[in-house]
């Protein structure tokens, strides 16, 4: 008995299907593909393992001679008896700034959260301030750190989808407060101030103790008004900026040129995460090629290259900082660099 061959309409309709798979098959690689382009970097669906003083062992590599001893936060009672004097002054030290600092220890805190103390293991990511960060959409990322510190007025509100919502630390110098300490931040957020200069504490004490206003001494006029609860602020302890411009810039404590290199407040807070957590993460951290004249260096404003001039910050050599950190494992960064 002969067999007969499936009608020809059916082997048709088959090839059909397969073609229309094929298709649709196209269509999802080429849809993959073009997401995963449209980010620097594919987020991780799993969490990267925190191993428990992890970062200490890095930093300890990095910085040579290092030790967690040093409080991230100053201290009434460290400085009400002052046994051995800061050999630097600010912001390297607090040399001569001991009586303005006294009075700013007095009306705030120092303590670290418990919900911060107790974790066996830290997990923290430095957000900074950097373009890269626009169309990310990193928001829900960050917001699943143990720590998020976050840098000077960048805002969250209207950002959330890229930066996330969750602050735990915001680093601030007096003309970089221009935000609102509410709106951008959470109930529990901690603002640590970083001072530069002595008018840094004499502006922190007359906002809290809302005494008269100081207008002089500063680059850029601060906020006169600043409703932010005393129980929020925190002083940087200036070891961090010590060491930040010493092991990872190789920059002198004291300077004789009217504009003194200084590490910006991004490299400070990276400094301060390697001390404080066990996993240390980035996001947003660059600036665009030096010629690249137009390209805008922040998320959430127009401004360029130009508007460094005059910081007394040295990004190139901050970028090869960073580089060094990234090369060696001490640090890892969620977008590119």
């Known amino acids: 008995m002969i067999s007969k061959s499936p009608p020809l309409c059916i082997c048709r309709a088959g090839w059909k299907l397969l073609a229309m798979l094929a298709v649709v098959l196209a269509v999802m690689m080429w849809y993959c593909i073009s997401w995963e382009d449209s980010f620097y970097f594919p987020i991780p669906e799993k969490k990267e393992p925190c191993l428990q003083g992890e970062a200490e062992r890095k930093a300890s590599k990095l910085f040579g001679n290092y030790s967690r001893d040093q409080p991230i936060f100053l201290q009434l009672k460290d400085y009400f008896w002052v046994k051995t004097p800061s050999a630097y002054e600010l912001p390297y030290g607090t040399k001569g700034s001991e009586d303005l600092l006294l009075r700013v220890l007095a009306i705030t805190s120092y303590s670290i959260p418990e919900s911060i103390q107790s974790l066996r293991c830290r997990r923290c990511v430095v957000v900074g301030n950097g373009h890269r960060l626009r169309n990310s959409s990193l928001g829900d990322a ?127 807070a990276i400094t301060l995460a390697l001390h404080l957590c066990d996993l240390v993460h980035i996001a947003g951290f660059g600036y665009p090629d030096a010629y690249n004249k137009k390209q805008t260096i922040h998320y959430y404003e127009q401004i360029t290259l130009k508007s460094m001039a005059g910081s007394g910050h040295n990004v190139s050599q901050e970028a090869l900082a960073i580089k060094r950190m990234l090369e060696m494992g001490a640090i890892k960064n969620l977008t590119s660099f």
Do not use: C
């Not at 407060?177 to 502006?203: E, I, Y």
């Not at 002089?216 to 060491?243: A, C, H, S, T, Y």
């Open 142 to 268: 960050i917001n699943k750190y143990d720590v998020v510190i976050r840098l000077n007025n960048a805002p969250v509100a209207g950002y959330e989808g890229d930066v996330g919502s969750k602050t735990t630390m915001r680093l601030f110098y007096p003309e970089s407060a221009h935000f609102d300490p509410k709106a951008q931040n959470n109930p529990d957020t901690l603002l640590v101030l970083v001072a530069f200069k002595a008018m840094d504490f004499h502006w922190i004490e007359t906002i809290l103790s809302d005494k008269k206003r100081v207008r002089k001494g500063f680059w850029k006029q601060p906020p006169l008004i600043w409703d932010v609860n005393p129980k929020q602020i925190r002083i940087l302890n200036p070891f961090f900026m010590e060491i930040a411009a010493d092991k990872l810039l190789n920059l002198p404590m004291q300077q004789l040129r009217k504009i003194k290199q200084k590490p910006t407040t991004g490299l400070l």
